[in-house]
């Protein structure tokens, strides 16, 4: 199982690191440079209060299926008819909540950008769905490929109206990515349905409520993440004295986070069935638990440390309007990557045992205390305020689930805390080091050599050995 985790992982990161990145810096960042800081700011308030209603849009099916498919394979074809003429239902349900929403809250007018944000919301739900049948089927290296589909459509097209039109707007954008999910979903469905005769019978109403009632816990764990992850894009716009423009400073600095949660979520996707499936093995279960832990350990903090140190330099490069300020809050931004990539190792772990009633208490008081800080800190420091509550929130999150899982799973978890320090310790030294060479030498051959450093300084500390490597570059090899 640890062999087919790194063989996996390799795959999936080397998908990403090709097709992601282009997305986002070549499309994403070019949009808000093109539409400035305030238009996209709106658009990015709209798309946070639709995220605030995802509990009805995905009611934890996709978690729900992945497992279920993921301990036993037969269940595919029990459930996966009436899983989605239920997700279809709650899509219809989503959209008309999200539009009633945004006229009570005073965004009426752009309702016509509302209603095809929440669509592509349901298409992207839809997409996780389908692939969670293909990724708890074993089929990793095909929902690998479906992960950056919809992307590669996007760079084409989008890409191709940056180009064209001279006044590029955000509907352009927002309808681009339509048809870019819309031709996803459809390829994964004609994938799903034609290697594995998936049939789509007619659901009663006795189905449809014990199918919510099985899936209404992870409903609830998706829909408290949504509040304490999302919530701060709405508060911002409408608690911050210019907020538009705040929202779209911030916006601009979570979409680097953003792009940086798209590996940790790799991590989830890949460990969420295999967690399942070792449910009866603690030993295997352990040992992939520590060797997914170290990863993202190495991951985030070689990442978050490097990137905060050249925080400002690296806004800078990618828009226009950015200063100091924007750095600032970036800088915040990218810290709690740590938090948020370990969140996804061990609250993956705690989702596979289906036992949400713990996490789920847990996910509330880090929403309360997520709102409660945004409405301190917003009013009088704007973006950097919502920076600051999201670094401390995620910071939160990470510790407690870290200690309920060593706890729980009896993870020995205090026995690699001096190596995961001597990371952290050197990694910090070796930026801020290359950060006062920016004087002598370009900035970005400065941060490459800090990142190359984490690289270097995550094996010989031995929390990525060079087995686990090996089994990187050559997926047939066992690591030891």
């Given at each position: 199982?640890?062999?087919?985790?790194?063989?996996?992982?390799?795959f999936?990161?080397?998908?990403?690191?090709?097709i992601?990145p282009?997305?986002?810096?070549g499309?994403?960042v070019?949009?808000?440079?093109?539409?400035?800081?305030?238009?996209y700011?709106?658009?990015?308030?709209?798309?946070?209060?639709?995220?605030l209603?995802?509990?009805?849009n995905?009611?934890?099916?996709?978690?729900?299926?992945?497992?279920q498919?993921?301990?036993?394979?037969?269940?595919?074809?029990?459930?996966?008819?009436?899983?989605?003429?239920?997700?279809?239902?709650?899509a219809?349900?989503?959209?008309?909540?999200?539009?009633a929403?945004?006229?009570?809250?005073?965004?009426?007018?752009?309702?016509?950008?509302?209603l095809?944000?929440?669509?592509?919301?349901?298409?992207?739900?839809?997409?996780?769905?389908?692939?969670s049948?293909i990724?708890?089927?074993?089929?990793?290296?095909t929902?690998s490929?479906?992960?950056?589909?919809?992307?590669?459509?996007?760079?084409?097209?989008?890409?191709?109206?940056l180009?064209?039109?001279?006044?590029f707007?955000?509907?352009?954008?927002i309808?681009?990515?339509m048809?870019?999910?819309?031709?996803?979903?459809?390829?994964?469905?004609?994938?799903?349905?034609?290697?594995?005769?998936v049939?789509?019978t007619?659901?009663?109403?006795q189905?449809?409520?014990a199918?919510?009632?099985?899936?209404?816990?992870?409903?609830?764990?998706v829909?408290?993440?949504?509040?304490?992850?999302?919530?701060?894009?709405?508060m911002?716009?409408?608690?911050?004295?210019?907020g538009?423009?705040?929202?779209?400073?911030?916006?601009?600095g979570y979409?680097l986070?953003?792009?940086?949660?798209?590996?940790?979520?790799?991590f989830a996707?890949?460990?969420?069935p295999?967690?399942?499936?070792?449910m009866?093995?603690?030993?295997?279960?352990?040992?992939?638990?520590?060797?997914?832990?170290r990863?993202?350990w190495?991951?985030?903090?070689?990442?978050?440390?490097?990137?905060?140190?050249?925080?400002?330099?690296?806004?800078?490069?990618?828009?226009?309007?950015?200063?100091?300020?924007?750095?600032?809050?970036?800088?915040?931004?990218?810290?709690?990557?740590?938090?948020?990539?370990?969140?996804?190792?061990?609250?993956?772990?705690?989702?596979?045992?289906?036992?949400?009633?713990?996490l789920?208490?847990?996910?509330l008081?880090?929403?309360?205390?997520?709102?409660?800080c945004?409405?301190?800190l917003?009013p009088?420091?704007?973006?950097?305020?919502?920076?600051?509550?999201?670094?401390?929130?995620?910071?939160l999150?990470?510790?407690v689930?870290?200690?309920y899982?060593?706890?729980?799973?009896?993870?020995?978890?205090h026995?690699?805390v001096?190596?995961?320090?001597?990371?952290a310790?050197?990694?910090?030294?070796?930026?801020?080091?290359?950060r006062?060479?920016?004087s002598?030498?370009?900035?970005?051959?400065?941060?490459?050599?800090?990142?190359?450093f984490?690289?270097?300084?995550a094996?010989i500390?031995?929390?990525?050995?060079?087995?686990?490597?090996?089994?990187?570059?050559?997926?047939?090899?066992?690591?030891?």
């Amino acid at each position: 199982m640890r062999r087919q985790f790194l063989a996996n992982l390799s795959f999936l990161v080397l998908l990403n690191l090709i097709i992601k990145p282009v997305y986002i810096f070549g499309i994403e960042v070019s949009v808000q440079n093109a539409v400035g800081a305030e238009v996209y700011g709106l658009f990015f308030t709209l798309l946070n209060s639709a995220y605030l209603f995802q509990i009805v849009n995905d009611f934890g099916i996709q978690i729900y299926h992945n497992r279920q498919v993921a301990s036993d394979r037969s269940e595919l074809q029990r459930l996966f008819g009436g899983l989605l003429q239920l997700k279809l239902i709650l899509a219809g349900i989503f959209v008309l909540l999200v539009l009633a929403f945004t006229f009570i809250a005073g965004y009426g007018a752009w309702w016509h950008l509302t209603l095809p944000i929440v669509v592509n919301l349901a298409l992207v739900s839809l997409i996780l769905y389908l692939r969670s049948g293909i990724s708890g089927l074993g089929h990793y290296r095909t929902d690998s490929l479906l992960s950056v589909m919809d992307k590669l459509f996007m760079i084409l097209v989008c890409g191709a109206l940056l180009l064209t039109l001279p006044d590029f707007e955000i509907t352009h954008f927002i309808y681009a990515q339509m048809g870019s999910l819309l031709v996803t979903a459809l390829i994964a469905f004609i994938i799903l349905r034609s290697r594995h005769a998936v049939r789509i019978t007619r659901i009663g109403r006795q189905q449809i409520v014990a199918l919510v009632r099985a899936a209404g816990p992870y409903a609830l764990a998706v829909f408290l993440m949504s509040i304490y992850t999302r919530v701060d894009g709405v508060m911002i716009e409408q608690l911050a004295p210019d907020g538009q423009y705040q929202a779209g400073l911030y916006a601009a600095g979570y979409r680097l986070l953003d792009a940086a949660n798209m590996f940790a979520f790799l991590f989830a996707v890949l460990l969420l069935p295999m967690f399942s499936r070792l449910m009866n093995d603690r030993v295997a279960l352990l040992r992939l638990l520590g060797q997914g832990f170290r990863l993202m350990w190495c991951v985030t903090v070689g990442v978050g440390v490097v990137c905060y140190f050249f925080r400002i330099p690296v806004m800078e490069l990618l828009y226009a309007e950015a200063d100091r300020e924007w750095g600032a809050v970036f800088g915040l931004l990218i810290l709690s990557f740590i938090g948020v990539g370990l969140m996804y190792v061990f609250g993956t772990l705690v989702t596979a045992t289906g036992n949400l009633r713990r996490l789920n208490q847990f996910y509330l008081c880090f929403a309360l205390f997520n709102i409660a800080c945004n409405f301190i800190l917003i009013p009088r420091f704007g973006a950097w305020g919502a920076a600051m509550a999201t670094l401390t929130t995620q910071s939160l999150v990470a510790v407690v689930l870290v200690a309920y899982v060593s706890t729980s799973f009896q993870w020995s978890f205090h026995r690699q805390v001096l190596r995961l320090l001597l990371f952290a310790g050197g990694v910090t030294g070796m930026a801020f080091l290359t950060r006062m060479l920016v004087s002598h030498v370009p900035w970005i051959a400065c941060m490459v050599l800090a990142l190359l450093f984490a690289l270097a300084w995550a094996l010989i500390t031995r929390l990525v050995s060079i087995d686990e490597v090996r089994g990187l570059l050559r997926p047939g090899q066992t690591p030891h």
